[in-house]
């Protein structure tokens, strides 16, 4: 059995999962069974980006033990804009 996590964050809260699934899961068999599609309709898996630890992979990567499958928001606002905007405030 593989020890996986699933995690999936929001402005104001951060959900983590964990499961077992057996050798040969991929990414798409951590999302059906940590369930965080059903309870968070706004994520779509064919248009989100999914990655493990930072790195986007495709919904049949395999997982290995210890992976943490993350599920990534689009970004409302480029960073740089918001730390030329927050520069400019603090000034």
Do not use: C, F
């Given at each position: 059995?593989?020890r996986?996590?699933?995690?999936?964050a929001?402005?104001?809260?951060?959900?983590?999962i964990?499961?077992?699934?057996?050798?040969?899961?991929?990414?798409?068999d951590?999302?059906e069974?940590?369930?965080l599609?059903?309870?968070?309709?706004?994520i779509?898996?064919?248009?989100?980006?999914?990655?493990i630890?930072?790195?986007?992979?495709?919904?049949?990567h395999?997982?290995?033990?210890?992976?943490?499958?993350?599920i990534?928001?689009?970004?409302?606002?480029?960073?740089?804009?918001?730390?030329?905007?927050r520069?400019?405030?603090?000034a």
């Amino acid at each position: 059995m593989l020890r996986v996590e699933a995690a999936y964050a929001m402005p104001d809260e951060q959900i983590i999962i964990r499961l077992e699934l057996k050798e040969g899961s991929t990414v798409h068999d951590v999302l059906e069974q940590s369930e965080l599609l059903q309870r968070y309709p706004e994520i779509n898996a064919t248009d989100s980006a999914i990655g493990i630890y930072g790195r986007v992979v495709p919904l049949d990567h395999p997982i290995r033990d210890g992976d943490r499958v993350e599920i990534y928001r689009p970004l409302t606002i480029d960073p740089k804009i918001e730390r030329r905007s927050r520069s400019r405030r603090s000034a």
